[in-house]
């Protein structure tokens, strides 16, 4: 029988993690849900994030708050950028995945020149300090990253429910020549929220640096999991996708602690399917 | 405790001597190679979750035919390193040793690097009868090609040779553990080799108080390191992967938890080496920077240019480690290979190579066991003073080993 201290520590990390994937998985459910793009992209950039964060406190010795000054405007700009272009070239839907996915391998073989295919890691004495409650302990950054995730996914739910530009942003989603006739300008607004994902994906990026060791192929790791995440959480639902991102960590974690660490990755897609199959009005 | 070391027979003191006058025949300076070039072609997996590591077989390759063309090549023919990417991918390498042996035609092939990839191209080797020298086979049962040559003296049974020397050293110490906790990755040689620990310790009356599996690429060890905690084993065995052992030290860190001994199977040395939590780590080795392995065939030339070239790679752990000093054997059995038998005929080569017994980076290598299998020549390393020193046995060691 496994200790309360055991389950404890389970459910606080299964909770943490959900918080990096509910991060990770904002921006793919406001670009899927709001503008119809799949933007898997995302995943590139918040690598790329993750590797600057890392140069700039391993290089330049900066704190990750500098790094997160300089990326996340940044990164907004590259996302509004990327979306002008993808928009230029009327890219969307499916065609939208192929495209990212491609912007991805880009991204990937960028990394390994600059940064080479070899762990990095970022060494700093905070990164693996933790608080006690109780008998159980809370890491730092785990915790200030899913305390963010949290503040971004309630934000940005905030916005889109109760302001005439949120309000704008889902009506052109729905109804994009409706949502024009009313004087909506839903292509203004497509690039605003495309340069908050990308800022989003920034955040992410430097969380990963902040808590995990950084290789260029480990952004196809996350994939499966944050996909699992957007879909159970609904499509544009930015507290949805913090919702299941904390479901399935927990679920992972719990996983791991009761029975085995090996069957925590098929919990993520067998949620994924019980909750396809069982279709609740929210999905 | 096994015994290591088989008496020399008449046989093997030839072969010795013999695989001793090809490598010392390859040194001497000679005149600059001419003609068409020698083309030895291989995959290494360049992009995707391996390449880290296959990073340093690409630079020891490049080091050793960038040598051997400043001497006299092979047979007095420059050498030409056809190296493909394969994505860390089996079916890749598999594709892409068929294009080297039909559409490139290379002369002679070499192994990519991890399990997976070289039993693929062991496959290809067999159907077009060529020799292939790999460095970092793990499961040496499955090796049956008998024209394949690993050079890393990993032994015939890995899983049951291996965890001797950890466990021997772990008895040496003034508390030998009691419990132990064994945290395996599913990566296949390291199970393979995880079970042999757990085998080993039961042997020796040790308790295993948990046993964990984890995938390949798992992101969250919270629930492991916690498991590993709960458990409060007097050793932490860990069959990790590269990078993994620093993620469960680090995660065990945030839980306030620090194993008191710990044992890694084929950890990442630069990140572990350099974790606060590592100092003190155990792990797998063949060859280290230091004496007695700086004496071998070819080390003082092979590291300080290994040294710069790493460097100028970007590689943040420019020492030269066992995957260094692998691949850098592998290279020396194929140039004493053609240079014993001058030709480049892999069926003289490999028969060649099964009777010899050569003095490599790796140490003295004989393939006349099971599937070419010397003995198994694992040592045991430490992190002391974030440096990686020998610990175990004594006649090898740099250092005494530090066991809280």
Redesign the interface.
């Known amino acids: 029988m496994?200790?309360f201290?055991?389950l404890g520590?389970?459910l606080?990390?299964?909770v943490?993690?959900g918080g990096l994937y509910g991060l990770l998985g904002l921006g793919l459910t406001l670009s899927w849900g709001l503008l119809h793009l799949i933007n898997i992209a995302y995943f590139g950039l918040a690598f790329l994030s993750a590797y600057l964060t890392y140069h700039l406190g391993e290089v330049y010795h900066l704190p990750p708050w500098y790094a997160a000054a300089l990326l996340v405007p940044a990164f907004f700009a590259a996302g509004v950028a990327l979306h002008w272009t993808l928009a230029r070239f009327r890219v969307a839907g499916l065609v939208s995945l192929l495209v990212t996915f491609g912007l991805i391998v880009v991204v990937?073989?960028v990394i390994?020149i600059v940064?080479?295919?070899?762990?990095?890691?970022l060494?700093l004495?905070y990164l693996?300090?933790?608080a006690?409650l109780g008998p159980v302990?809370l890491?730092y950054m785990?915790l200030t990253a899913f305390l963010i995730a949290a503040a971004l996914a309630v934000g940005t739910w905030a916005v889109l429910r109760y302001t005439y530009f949120g309000k704008a942003v889902r009506a052109a989603a729905e109804e994009p020549s409706m949502a024009a006739a009313y004087g909506i300008n839903h292509r203004a607004n497509a690039l605003l929220i495309a340069g908050l994902c990308a800022a989003s994906a920034a955040v992410a990026g430097i969380f990963i640096a902040l808590t995990?060791?950084l290789?260029?192929?480990?952004m196809f790791?996350?994939f499966g999991?944050v996909f699992a995440v957007v879909i159970i959480g609904g499509l544009g639902n930015p507290l949805g996708a913090l919702v299941a991102g904390v479901l399935i960590?927990v679920a992972?974690?719990?996983t791991?602690?009761l029975i085995?660490?090996?069957w925590?990755?098929v919990v993520a897609f067998s949620l994924l399917i019980a909750l396809l199959i069982w279709q609740p009005r929210w999905l | 405790m096994a015994k290591r070391v088989r008496r020399a027979t008449r046989r093997a003191v030839l072969g010795g001597l013999a695989g001793t006058a090809a490598l010392a025949a390859a040194y001497p300076l000679r005149a600059a190679p001419s003609g068409a070039p020698v083309r030895i072609g291989s995959t290494l997996a360049?992009?995707?979750?391996l390449?880290?590591t296959?990073?340093i077989h690409k630079a020891v390759g490049e080091i050793y035919v960038e040598l051997l063309n400043k001497k006299d090549g092979l047979l007095g023919r420059p050498v030409e390193w056809v190296l493909l990417d394969d994505q860390?991918k089996p079916d890749v390498a598999r594709t892409l040793y068929e294009k080297l042996v039909t559409v490139d035609k290379v002369d002679l092939i070499i192994g990519p690097y991890a399990t997976g990839n070289i039993l693929a191209a062991m496959g290809v080797a067999q159907r077009y009868g060529k020799m292939l020298i790999q460095h970092t086979f793990g499961l040496p049962h499955l090796a049956k090609y008998e024209m394949q040559f690993p050079s890393s003296p990993i032994g015939p049974e890995p899983n049951k040779t291996a965890p001797i020397p950890v466990f021997d050293l772990l008895e040496k110490s003034k508390t030998p553990p009691k419990t132990i906790a064994v945290v395996a990755s599913?990566f296949p040689s390291t199970h393979f080799i995880a079970q042999g620990f757990r085998a080993e310790a039961e042997k020796r009356k040790i308790k295993e108080v948990v046993y964990?599996?984890?995938?390949f690429?798992?992101?969250?060890w919270?629930?492991?390191?916690?498991?590993v905690?709960?458990a409060k084993a007097d050793f932490l065995y860990c069959g990790a992967l590269?990078?993994e052992s620093?993620?469960l030290l680090?995660a065990l860190?945030?839980?306030?938890y620090a194993p008191p001994r710990h044992y890694h199977q084929f950890t990442?040395p630069?990140?572990l080496m350099?974790?606060?939590?590592g100092n003190h780590a155990l792990a797998y080795t063949y060859f280290e920077e230091h004496e007695p392995f700086t004496s071998r065939p070819g080390a003082k030339e092979m590291l300080p240019l290994y040294r710069d070239k790493a460097k100028a790679?970007?590689?943040?752990?420019p020492f030269f480690d066992f995957q260094a000093a692998a691949s850098g054997t592998a290279w020396q059995l194929l140039e004493a290979a053609v240079v014993a038998t001058k030709s480049l005929d892999d069926k003289k080569m490999a028969a060649w190579l099964k009777g010899a017994q050569l003095d490599t980076l790796m140490g003295k290598l004989r393939f006349d066991g099971p599937n070419n299998h010397g003995p198994d020549l694992s040592v045991v390393k430490q992190v002391i003073d974030k440096k990686w020193v020998v610990v175990w046995p004594e006649n090898v060691a740099g250092a005494k080993a530090v066991l809280p």
């Open positions: 496994p200790s201290t055991l520590q389970a606080v990390s299964g943490l993690i990937e073989a390994q940064w080479t295919a070899d762990f990095r890691k060494e004495p693996t300090a933790s006690k302990y890491p785990e995990t060791t290789a260029p192929s480990q790791a996350w999991v960590g992972e974690s719990m791991m602690a085995a660490p090996a925590a990755p | 360049l992009t995707g979750p390449a880290q296959s990073l860390s599913k964990l599996e984890y995938e690429g798992t992101r969250d919270g629930a492991i390191a916690a498991r905690k709960d590269g990078i620093v993620q680090d860190k945030k839980i306030d990442a630069g990140p350099n974790a606060a939590e790679m970007g590689i943040p752990y």
